[in-house]
């Protein structure tokens, strides 16, 4: 990686990718019923509105900047929730082919594809997916990127007992990549005010990857670089 941000490595055991069933999960359809339990989960309120619904919430581009200003990607990438493709728009900047699909018609890209419950595969998947289905597109992702995937969720998301038990223990990210500055999600349209107050990074899972989850930090900067 290019970047020389500070590191350090935590305990987590490294494990070898493995199919990663739904069943495993308890994932049901689009909702993962295990999202809000253990008390892991405590949205902002400016997401808490759409708990139960398709969760629409462009990224901001700088947020997507960061990632691959440090993570390489070789070959096509699927933005797999894409919206209406503010993350595809700014992925489409590594040169790779990019493969937009969303569920829901947001005006981009394939529309009606359920990464859930998908049997595509690709080299590598990127997105921000939908709050309430995040274990979901763990696991699916786990099972249909072939090289590497990045998902971009709250750093809250490495807590949880079954997170522990589901995911961290038997499938631990590469990487975390911590934002230093806060992202302020919106729903597409409203104006942005303020600054978030949810802490999020980037998981990476990386099949080339030995050893353990590195842990790292972006440095400060990106959001007034790429506002
Ligand atoms: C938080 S938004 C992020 C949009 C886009 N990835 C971005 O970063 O700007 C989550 C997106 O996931 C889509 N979505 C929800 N459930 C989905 C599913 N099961 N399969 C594919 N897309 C889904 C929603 O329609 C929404 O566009």
């Given at each position: 990686m290019a970047c020389d941000c500070n590191r350090i490595h935590n305990v987590v055991p490294q494990l070898k990718f493995s199919p990663y069933t739904s069943k495993n999960l308890e994932v049901r359809g689009n909702m993962d019923r295990t999202y809000n339990l253990n008390g892991g989960f405590k949205p902002?309120?400016?997401r808490f509105a759409d708990l139960d619904g398709p969760d629409f919430y462009p990224t901001p581009r700088w947020a997507t900047f960061a990632l691959i200003d440090n993570e390489?990607?070789?070959g096509d990438i699927w933005e797999c929730a894409c919206g209406d493709g503010a993350m595809s728009q700014v992925l489409s900047e590594t040169g790779e082919r990019i493969i937009s699909s969303d569920l829901y018609n947001r005006?981009?890209?394939e529309i009606g594809h359920d990464f859930?419950?998908?049997e595509r595969s690709s080299p590598n998947i990127i997105t921000?997916?939908?709050f309430n289905s995040a274990e979901g597109f763990v696991a699916t992702a786990l099972r249909q990127a072939q090289g590497k995937f990045a998902l971009l969720l709250r750093l809250a998301f490495l807590e949880g007992a079954n997170?522990?038990?589901t995911i961290f223990?038997?499938?631990p990210p590469s990487r975390v990549w911590v934002f230093s500055e806060r992202i302020t999600f919106y729903p597409k349209g409203m104006k942005v005010t303020g600054s978030g107050t949810t802490a999020y990074a980037w998981f990476v899972w990386d099949k080339d990857h030995a050893g353990p989850t590195e842990l790292a930090w972006f440095k400060p900067g990106y959001k007034q670089r790429y506002a």
């Open positions: 902002t309120t400016k390489k990607f070789k005006g981009f890209g859930l419950s998908t921000n997916p939908p997170r522990s038990r223990h038997k499938h």
